[in-house]
């Protein structure tokens, strides 16, 4: 039997993803552990987080003074690209191999066989709006993982935004199915957006 402290921190690490009882538990006995200047750091970086922002262009997390984040902002992006990803750490992945000179739109993840609740819980309403407020978008990258539920996902995507005549491209399978964008390596990722079909 924990303590109160304990136990309530233990419960609330256990709401981040993938993290059981078992594992938040060793999050908070890492804690424990520490000295009271590593802890002062830690919750210092957890306040900090409050400074974090929504794009409300693209829906990836900024920090800063402007009202879309860095990417949204910059005039030498390809405007006639959008790339519709599942995750923010999937936009990391892509630019970090520098191949996509386009902009994005996180779409808050994915569907599992259509049911309506994830649906609706994703920015689908919002990616249309903003493909048609930006008519010199040409063309749209559906890059979501290649597993069951991005497959649905981007199906689902293709018929919804087919009657916006524009170029609907997937990435290439260089991609393992079942993998996610997040663990691809560079060369990778590199060769899916240029196999892009």
Same mark, same amino acid.
């Given at each position: ?9 233990? #419960?609330?690490?256990? #709401? ?36 974090? #922002? ?111 005549? #524009? ?31």
């Amino acid at each position: 039997m924990y303590s109160s402290s304990v136990e309530n921190l233990i #419960k609330l690490f256990s #709401k981040f993803p993938t993290i059981g009882h078992r594992t938040a538990a060793r999050f908070v006995f890492y804690l424990i552990s520490l000295n009271n200047q590593e802890i002062e750091e830690l919750i210092k970086a957890i306040e900090d987080i409050k400074k974090v #922002k929504i794009c409300p262009l693209c829906f990836n997390h900024f920090e800063g003074e402007k009202e879309l984040c860095e990417i949204c902002t910059n005039p030498s992006r390809d405007k006639s690209l959008i790339c519709v990803i599942e995750k923010e750490t999937d936009l990391e992945s892509i630019e970090k191999i520098k191949k996509y000179r386009g902009f994005y739109f996180v779409l808050g993840g994915t569907v599992s066989m259509l049911k309506k609740d994830d649906i609706n819980k994703l920015r689908i309403k919002e990616l249309e709006q903003r493909i048609k407020n930006h008519p010199e978008i040409q063309e749209i990258i559906l890059a979501l993982n290649p597993t069951t539920e991005g497959e649905a996902t981007s199906l689902y995507l293709e018929r919804i935004l087919k009657p916006l005549n #524009k170029k609907i491209t997937r990435l290439g399978r260089g991609l393992s199915t079942g993998g996610e964008l997040e663990y691809a390596d560079e060369q990778t990722l590199r060769d899916a957006l240029d196999g892009r079909k």
